[in-house]
C-alpha cells in the first residue's frame, strides 16, 4: 500500500483537517521533535487505497541569515554584508523540523502541501520539500508533489481541496526568497552601523537598537510627517455667529450660518449687531431629500486592522493574532486576503443559515433569509483568497474577550453586507435674519438596514425637527458669537497608517500588522489613547536625520518600487537575480553616501540627547585606569569609563547593582550582580569578560556563571552541583546571592531549584555523588533544621540525599534574558555526565597583558 504524507502549517490545523479527511477515525502520535503530532488513516487517492500520514511544521522552517563569520559586529564592515554569503539555516532549532519531516517522509510515495494559501506559505512548501526530497521513494516520470488550495477549515472546503489539488507556485516563492534577502542585507547593513555609531556617542537613545528596516523606516516617516504638521501648525482666530430660534410650538433650534465663519472680529461683530437688530427669523425654505448611507463592502485583511484599532481599540498586531486563532479554529474564513469581492460560487445563504440560530442577530439573519437579503456591493477580486466571513456560529461564553468582540465584528459585517442600504430622510429649513441667511438640518431614518446589525455606524434621530413651514416666523431668541481657533491635526492613529501604508504600497496584508508594532517596540513611537501615535524624540531625529541625507531612505516610493518588482517575480514576469541584483546595487551606493555623511544626522543627534561622557551614574571601577564607570540605565543599559573612553555592554531586562566591591580575577573589573527580582534569577557580571569572552568555550554575553575560569569562586567551575534537569547543556549553579531562600538556578535556562530554606550557609564541597552531582554542605539553622538532636551540618547530594530531596523544589525563573536561551552546544552530557570542577577544559586563552603570569 502506497503512503501519503500531507504536511499542514500549524499542529491545530494537522489535527482539524485530518479529522475532517478521516471522518474522526484516525490514530494519532506525537513526532519525534515533541512538538508536532502525526494523525495517521486509510483512505483512497488517486484512485487506489493508500495510507495518510498527516503532519504539520511550525510556521517557517529555515530562515535567512548571514555566514557565521559575518554575526561578529565588531569585526565585520557593516558594507561588507551587501555581498555576504547567506544561507540558509533551521528557523527554530530545538524543533528539529527538517531531520522530523524527512524522518516522516521515509518510504513516503506521495507529498501533499496543506500550507496557508499565500505567498508565505508557497515559500514554506518548499521549505518542505527540500527537506523531504531524499526520503520519499523515487517516481520517475510521476507527479508526487502536490498543492492543496482551500481558505477556510471546514470540512466542504477541505474536502473540496483535495479534490483539486494543484502544484506549489515557484514564482510565489521565489519572491518571498527576494523580500527575505533584500530586508536581510538592507536593515542589517544600516541597523548594524547606526546602532554603534550612536550608542557609543549617547546615552538616553533608551533603545537596545537603532534600526532600519525598507518597510519600517516609511511607516515611520509617515507618523513624522503628521508630527511635522502639528509643530508648523500656527492657530489663527475665527469666529462664528449662532442664533437660537424659538417655533411657535415652544420648541428652539441652534441654526447654522451660510457664511460658516469670519477671521475679522470687527467684522463678526457687525454681523453680530446687524442680526440683533431682528427679532424675527423667517423660513424661507423646505427641502426634503430621501439619503442613502451605503451598505459596506465585503472584508479584507487592511479594513479588519482599521476597524479594529479605530472601533475595539485592538491594536493590529493583536488583531492579526487573534484572527488567526479564530481561523485555525475554524470560526473564520483565512484572515490574510486582499479581495472585497465574494466569488461567484460564494454561498452567501449557507453562510447565513449558520448564524441564524445566534441570539445575537440571529432575528436579523431570519429576516435576511425570508427575503431581505441584497445583492453584495461590487468589490475588489484581488485573486488570492474570498473576503473574511464567519465560518460558524459562536456565542461571548464560548469565545470570550478580545476573541469574541473580534468575531462579534466580523459577523456582523459579514452580515451587513447583506443588509439593505440605510436610508433617511435629510430636512434643510433655510432663514433669513435680516440679510443674513442660515440653515437647520435634521435627519429621520426611514430604514436602518445594515446599521440595525452594525449598530455603530447607525444615524441617530439626534435633533427632533420642530414642524416647519415655509413663510413661518419664529422669534430669535439670543445670538451667539463664538470665538474658536483652527485647530492642528492630531497625531496619526492606527486606522490612518494603516491606510497610509495600504495606499503608498508599504507591506502586505500579512506584514503591515508586523512593521506597526515595530516602530512601537523600537521605541520610535508611543501609543497614546485612542490607539494615535506620537514619535519619540528618537523616531523624529531619525527621520530628520534621514530627510537631511538622503530623503528616499525613508520615503514611500522606494519601498513601493521594490514591493512592485517583487511582485512581478511573482507573477513570472521578472527574474529573481535580476530583481535582487539591481535593488542591492541601489542601496549599495545609499549606504554608501550615508556612511560618508552621517555626521549631518548626528548634527541632530546632539542637540536632542545626552553624551555618554555626561550619561549615568558611577557604579563600579573600570579594571584599566581603577575609575569610576557610570551606569546608563537606558537601554540598552550599559556601563562607560569616561577616562578610557570604553563602553561595556551588560545583561538586560533586569536590575543592575554593584556585587560587594568584588572584582574579576581575570582583569580587576569590579563585578555587578544582574537580577530579574525576586521570582527570577541572578548572576554576578563582569563588564569586561561579558563583551570580551576570555576562553574559547566562552561567547559574548555570558555572565560569571558560565565562565570557566579554574578557581574563580564566582564560575561554574566553583559553583556548579550539576547538569541541568530540563535543558541538558547547561549547569545547574549555586546561587550564593540567593539567602535566605537558597536556590540553584541554571545557566542556560530558565529553570531554578529552590532549597533547605532558612539554611545559615550552604556551599560546595569537594565529594561528588554517584550520580555526578557535587555534593553540598549544609549548615542548617538550629530553629529548622530536619537532623536529628540539634544537629545543623549536613553533607549531601540535593537529588539523592533523603534529608536534602525534601527540601528540593522546581520552579521556572521569570527571565526573559538571551543569556538563557538556546544552548552552547556543549553536548554529550546527561546526568552523571558533569565534569567535575578545574579538570579537563583545556589551557585558557590570553585575555589581558597580565594574563599568562597569572597562570604561571
Same mark, same amino acid.
Given at each position: 500500500?502506497?503512503?501519503?504524507?500531507? !504536511?499542514a502549517?500549524?499542529?491545530s490545523?494537522?489535527?482539524?483537517?485530518a479529522?475532517?479527511?478521516?471522518?474522526? +477515525?484516525?490514530?494519532?502520535?506525537k513526532?519525534?521533535?515533541?512538538?508536532? /503530532?502525526?494523525? $495517521?488513516y486509510s483512505?483512497?487517492f488517486?484512485?487506489? %487505497?493508500v495510507?495518510?500520514k498527516?503532519?504539520s511544521?511550525?510556521?517557517?522552517?529555515?530562515?535567512?541569515?548571514?555566514h557565521?563569520?559575518?554575526?561578529n559586529w565588531d569585526?565585520v564592515? %557593516?558594507?561588507?554584508?551587501?555581498?555576504a554569503?547567506?544561507l540558509?539555516?533551521?528557523?527554530?532549532?530545538?524543533?528539529?523540523?527538517?531531520?522530523?519531516l524527512?524522518?516522516?517522509?521515509? *518510504?513516503v510515495?506521495y507529498?501533499?502541501?496543506?500550507?496557508?494559501?499565500d505567498?508565505?506559505?508557497?515559500n514554506?512548501?518548499?521549505?518542505?520539500?527540500?527537506?523531504?526530497r531524499?526520503?520519499?521513494?523515487?517516481r520517475p516520470?510521476?507527479?508526487t508533489?502536490f498543492?492543496?488550495?482551500f481558505s477556510?477549515i471546514?470540512?466542504?472546503?477541505?474536502?473540496?481541496?483535495?479534490?483539486?489539488?494543484?502544484?506549489?507556485?515557484k514564482?510565489?516563492?521565489?519572491?518571498v526568497?527576494?523580500?527575505?534577502?533584500?530586508?536581510?542585507r538592507i536593515?542589517?547593513? =544600516?541597523? +548594524?552601523?547606526?546602532?554603534?555609531?550612536?550608542?557609543?556617542?549617547?546615552?538616553?537613545?533608551?533603545?537596545?537598537l537603532i534600526?532600519?528596516?525598507?518597510?519600517?523606516?516609511p511607516?515611520?516617516?509617515?507618523?513624522?510627517?503628521?508630527h511635522?504638521?502639528?509643530q508648523?501648525?500656527?492657530?489663527?482666530a475665527?469666529?462664528?455667529?449662532?442664533?437660537k430660534?424659538?417655533h411657535? &410650538?415652544?420648541?428652539?433650534?441652534?441654526?447654522?450660518?451660510d457664511?460658516?465663519r469670519?477671521f475679522d472680529?470687527?467684522?463678526?461683530?457687525? =454681523?453680530?449687531?446687524?442680526?440683533?437688530?431682528?427679532?424675527?427669523?423667517?423660513?424661507?425654505?423646505?427641502?426634503?431629500?430621501?439619503k442613502t448611507?451605503?451598505?459596506?463592502?465585503a472584508?479584507?485583511?487592511?479594513?479588519m486592522?482599521?476597524?479594529?484599532s479605530?472601533?475595539?481599540?485592538m491594536?493590529p498586531q493583536?488583531t492579526?493574532?487573534?484572527a488567526?486563532?479564530?481561523?485555525?479554529?475554524?470560526y473564520?474564513?483565512?484572515p490574510?486576503?486582499?479581495?472585497?469581492?465574494?466569488?461567484?460560487?460564494f454561498?452567501?445563504?449557507?453562510?447565513?443559515?449558520?448564524?441564524?440560530?445566534? @441570539?445575537?442577530?440571529?432575528?436579523? !439573519?431570519r $429576516?435576511?433569509?425570508?427575503?431581505?437579503?441584497?445583492?453584495?456591493?461590487?468589490g475588489?477580486?484581488?485573486?488570492?483568497?474570498?473576503?473574511i466571513?464567519?465560518?460558524?456560529?459562536a456565542s461571548?461564553? $464560548?469565545?470570550?474577550?478580545?476573541?469574541?468582540r473580534?468575531?462579534?465584528?466580523i459577523?456582523r459585517?459579514?452580515?451587513?453586507?447583506?443588509?439593505?442600504?440605510?436610508?433617511?430622510?435629510?430636512?434643510t429649513?433655510k432663514?433669513?435674519?435680516?440679510?443674513?441667511?442660515?440653515?437647520?438640518t435634521g435627519?429621520?431614518?426611514?430604514?436602518?438596514g445594515?446599521?440595525?446589525?452594525?449598530?455603530?455606524?447607525?444615524? /441617530?434621530?439626534d435633533?427632533?425637527?420642530?414642524?416647519?413651514?415655509?413663510g413661518?416666523?419664529c422669534?430669535?431668541?439670543?445670538?451667539?458669537?463664538?470665538?474658536r481657533q483652527?485647530?492642528?491635526?492630531? =497625531?496619526?492613529?492606527?486606522?490612518?497608517?494603516?491606510?497610509?501604508?495600504e495606499k503608498?504600497?508599504?507591506?502586505?496584508? @500579512?506584514?503591515?500588522?508586523?512593521?506597526?508594532?515595530?516602530?512601537?517596540?523600537?521605541?520610535?513611537?508611543?501609543?497614546?489613547?485612542? +490607539?494615535?501615535?506620537?514619535p519619540t524624540?528618537?523616531?523624529?531625529?531619525?527621520?530628520?536625520?534621514?530627510?537631511?541625507?538622503d530623503?528616499?531612505?525613508?520615503?514611500?516610493?522606494?519601498?513601493s518600487?521594490?514591493?512592485?518588482?517583487l511582485?512581478?517575480?511573482?507573477?513570472?514576469?521578472?527574474d529573481?537575480n535580476?530583481?535582487?541584483?539591481h535593488?542591492?546595487?541601489?542601496?549599495?551606493?545609499?549606504f554608501?553616501?550615508?556612511?560618508?555623511?552621517? &555626521?549631518?544626522?548626528?548634527?541632530l543627534f546632539?542637540?536632542s540627547?545626552?553624551p555618554?561622557?555626561?550619561?549615568?551614574?558611577?557604579?563600579s571601577?573600570?579594571?584599566?585606569?581603577n575609575?569610576y564607570?557610570k551606569y546608563? @540605565? @537606558?537601554k540598552?543599559?550599559r556601563?562607560?569609563?569616561?577616562?578610557?573612553?570604553?563602553?561595556?555592554s551588560?545583561?538586560?531586562?533586569? /536590575?543592575?547593582?554593584?556585587?560587594?566591591?568584588?572584582?574579576?580575577?581575570?582583569?580587576?573589573?569590579?563585578?555587578?550582580?544582574w537580577?530579574?527580582?525576586?521570582k527570577?534569577k541572578?548572576? #554576578?557580571?563582569?563588564?569586561?569578560?561579558?563583551?570580551h569572552? #576570555?576562553?574559547?568555550?566562552?561567547r559574548k554575553?555570558?555572565?560569571?556563571?558560565?565562565?570557566t575560569?579554574?578557581?574563580?569562586p564566582h564560575?561554574?567551575?566553583?559553583l556548579?552541583?550539576?547538569?541541568?534537569?530540563?535543558? $541538558?547543556? *547547561?549547569?545547574?549553579?549555586?546561587?550564593?546571592?540567593?539567602?535566605?531562600?537558597w536556590?540553584?538556578a541554571?545557566?542556560?535556562?530558565?529553570v531554578?531549584?529552590h532549597?533547605?530554606?532558612?539554611a545559615?550557609?550552604?556551599?560546595?564541597s569537594?565529594?561528588?555523588?554517584?550520580?555526578g552531582s557535587?555534593?553540598l554542605?549544609?549548615?542548617?539553622?538550629k530553629?529548622?533544621s530536619?537532623l536529628?538532636?540539634?544537629?545543623?551540618?549536613?553533607?549531601?547530594c540535593?537529588?539523592?540525599?533523603p534529608i536534602?530531596?525534601?527540601?528540593? +523544589?522546581?520552579?521556572?525563573?521569570?527571565?526573559?534574558?538571551?543569556?538563557?536561551?538556546?544552548?552552547?552546544g556543549?553536548g554529550?552530557?546527561?546526568?552523571g555526565?558533569r565534569?567535575?570542577?578545574?579538570?579537563?577544559?583545556?589551557?585558557?586563552?590570553?585575555?589581558? &597583558?597580565?594574563?599568562?603570569?597569572?597562570?604561571?
Open positions: 500500500m502506497k503512503t501519503v504524507l500531507m !504536511v502549517e500549524k499542529p490545523l494537522a489535527q482539524s483537517i479529522k475532517f479527511l478521516s471522518n474522526g +477515525r484516525m490514530n494519532s502520535r513526532g519525534l521533535n515533541g512538538a508536532c /503530532s502525526v494523525h $495517521e483512505g483512497s488517486r484512485n487506489e %487505497p495510507k495518510f498527516m503532519t511544521v511550525c510556521g517557517h522552517v529555515m530562515s535567512l541569515d548571514f557565521h563569520k559575518y554575526n569585526a564592515d %557593516p558594507l561588507e554584508l551587501f555581498t554569503t547567506t540558509k539555516k533551521e528557523a527554530t532549532e530545538k524543533l528539529q523540523m527538517p531531520k522530523f524527512s524522518h516522516e517522509a521515509k *518510504g510515495d507529498l501533499v502541501l496543506w500550507l496557508d494559501c505567498k508565505e506559505g508557497e514554506i512548501c518548499f521549505e518542505v520539500m527540500e527537506c523531504v531524499n526520503s520519499m521513494n523515487k516520470g510521476e507527479q508533489v498543492r492543496a488550495k477556510a471546514t470540512e466542504k472546503d477541505i474536502a473540496g481541496a483535495m479534490q483539486k489539488l494543484g502544484q506549489p507556485n514564482n510565489e516563492s521565489l519572491s526568497d527576494a523580500r527575505q534577502e533584500l530586508d536581510l536593515g542589517c547593513a =544600516f541597523t +548594524r552601523f547606526q546602532t554603534k555609531y550612536f550608542q557609543n556617542k549617547y546615552g538616553d537613545l533608551d533603545s537596545a534600526s532600519y528596516g525598507p518597510c519600517q523606516t511607516t515611520l516617516g509617515f507618523c513624522v510627517e503628521r511635522d504638521q502639528i508648523s501648525f500656527k492657530p489663527e475665527y469666529w462664528v455667529i449662532k442664533p430660534v424659538v411657535s &410650538s415652544g420648541q428652539s433650534v441652534v441654526l447654522d450660518w457664511r460658516v469670519v472680529k470687527e467684522i463678526a461683530l457687525v =454681523f453680530q449687531k446687524t442680526i440683533k437688530e431682528s427679532s424675527n427669523a423667517q423660513v424661507t425654505c423646505i427641502s426634503k431629500t430621501q448611507k451605503q451598505r459596506p463592502q472584508l479584507n485583511t487592511v479594513e486592522l482599521r476597524l479594529a479605530s472601533g475595539l481599540g491594536g493583536h492579526m493574532q487573534i488567526e486563532r479564530l481561523y485555525t479554529q475554524g473564520i474564513s483565512y490574510r486576503t486582499e479581495t472585497t469581492h465574494y466569488p461567484e460560487n454561498d452567501l445563504k449557507g453562510a447565513l443559515k449558520q448564524q441564524s440560530g445566534s @441570539a445575537m442577530w440571529g432575528s436579523h !439573519v $429576516e435576511l433569509l425570508d427575503g431581505a437579503m441584497t445583492k453584495p456591493r461590487k475588489h477580486d484581488a485573486g488570492d483568497h474570498p473576503p466571513t464567519p465560518m460558524r456560529c461571548e461564553s $464560548e469565545l470570550g474577550g478580545d476573541p469574541w473580534l468575531y462579534d465584528f459577523t459585517h459579514f452580515l451587513a453586507t447583506l443588509s439593505p442600504d440605510c436610508k433617511y430622510l435629510q430636512t429649513v432663514f433669513k435674519i435680516g440679510k443674513e441667511a442660515f440653515s437647520f435627519k429621520a431614518v426611514t430604514d436602518p445594515f446599521t440595525s446589525v452594525m449598530t455603530w455606524q447607525a444615524i /441617530s434621530d435633533e427632533r425637527m420642530p414642524p416647519f413651514n415655509k413661518d416666523i422669534q430669535v431668541a439670543e445670538v451667539k458669537l463664538d470665538e483652527t485647530l492642528p491635526p492630531d =497625531f496619526l492613529t492606527e486606522s490612518e497608517l494603516i491606510t497610509l501604508m503608498h504600497g508599504i507591506g502586505t496584508d @500579512a506584514s503591515i500588522s508586523v512593521h506597526i508594532n515595530n516602530i512601537c517596540e523600537r521605541n520610535y513611537v508611543q501609543i497614546q489613547s485612542g +490607539r494615535k501615535l506620537a524624540s528618537l523616531g523624529i531625529v531619525l527621520v530628520h536625520g534621514y530627510q537631511k541625507i530623503p528616499e531612505l525613508v520615503l514611500p516610493t522606494m519601498r518600487a521594490v514591493e512592485e518588482q511582485n512581478l517575480i511573482a507573477h513570472g514576469k521578472a529573481f535580476a530583481v535582487l541584483h535593488a542591492i546595487g541601489i542601496f549599495t551606493q545609499k554608501t553616501y550615508f556612511v560618508k555623511t552621517v &555626521s549631518s544626522m548626528d548634527e546632539e542637540v540627547f545626552t555618554l561622557s555626561e550619561s549615568g551614574k558611577p557604579l571601577r573600570c579594571g584599566k585606569c575609575r564607570m546608563i @540605565a @537606558a540598552p543599559s556601563l562607560h569609563c569616561a577616562t578610557c573612553d570604553e563602553t561595556y551588560l545583561p538586560q531586562n533586569g /536590575s543592575i547593582k554593584l556585587y560587594k566591591e568584588l572584582r574579576c580575577p581575570l582583569d580587576d573589573f569590579e563585578l555587578v550582580l537580577s530579574t527580582g525576586a527570577g541572578s548572576t #554576578p557580571v563582569c563588564p569586561y569578560c561579558y563583551s569572552p #576570555p576562553f574559547p568555550t566562552m554575553g555570558m555572565g560569571c556563571n558560565q565562565c575560569h579554574p578557581t574563580c564560575s561554574e567551575e566553583a556548579g552541583v550539576a547538569d541541568c534537569l530540563e535543558c $541538558e547543556k *547547561g549547569m545547574l549553579n549555586l546561587d550564593p546571592t540567593s539567602a535566605p531562600k536556590r540553584l541554571c545557566n542556560m535556562c530558565n531554578v531549584i532549597m533547605c530554606e532558612g545559615f550557609r550552604i556551599s560546595l569537594e565529594d561528588e555523588c554517584d550520580c557535587s555534593k554542605d549544609v549548615d542548617f539553622n530553629a529548622n530536619p536529628p538532636n540539634n544537629l545543623t551540618q549536613h553533607r549531601g540535593p537529588f539523592c540525599d536534602l530531596v525534601p527540601l528540593v +523544589r522546581l520552579q521556572h525563573a521569570a527571565s526573559r534574558h538571551p543569556m538563557y536561551r538556546g544552548g552552547r556543549r554529550g552530557r546527561g546526568r555526565g565534569r567535575r570542577r578545574g579538570r579537563g577544559r583545556g589551557q585558557p586563552k590570553d585575555k589581558m &597583558s597580565q594574563l599568562a603570569a597569572y597562570f604561571v
